[in-house]
């Protein structure tokens, strides 16, 4: 009788849960998340983290501004001025979420 090694077990076994999962039926956006909303703003801070915040969270308002209900999405956030000193951060952030139409 042929030895059953434990990397053999584990190649089984990931086998059986992929087929598994996409066997599954996906009810996709079930809950009645199905419109994708985004937005870009821009939002400045006298620290780094103050004016990456001050973006992200204005974008998520104006989101949110036409979506009733959304998921908590993504962020892509860059920075596009740095005072000579450091004093002044302003970042720009697009924040794209699913939602309730």
């Avoid at 089984?12 to 992929?18: D, I, L, Q, Y």
């Avoid at 596009?80 to 450091?86: A, D, K, N, R, V």
């Avoid at 951060?89 to 924040?95: A, D, K, N, P």
Wanted: one cysteine or more.
């Amino acid at each position: 009788m042929r030895k059953v090694t434990w990397l053999h077990r584990l190649g089984v076994v990931s086998a059986v849960a992929a087929v598994g999962l996409l066997a599954a039926p996906v009810a996709a956006h079930a809950d009645g998340y199905d419109t994708p909303r985004s937005a870009t703003a821009d939002g400045a801070g006298s620290t780094y983290a103050a004016g990456q915040s001050a973006a992200e969270q204005r974008a998520r308002a104006a989101v949110l501004a036409v979506g009733h209900d959304c998921t908590p999405g993504t962020y892509n956030t860059f920075m596009i001025y740095m005072s000579p000193g450091g004093g002044t951060w302003v970042f720009r952030s697009t924040h794209e979420a699913v939602c309730v139409d």
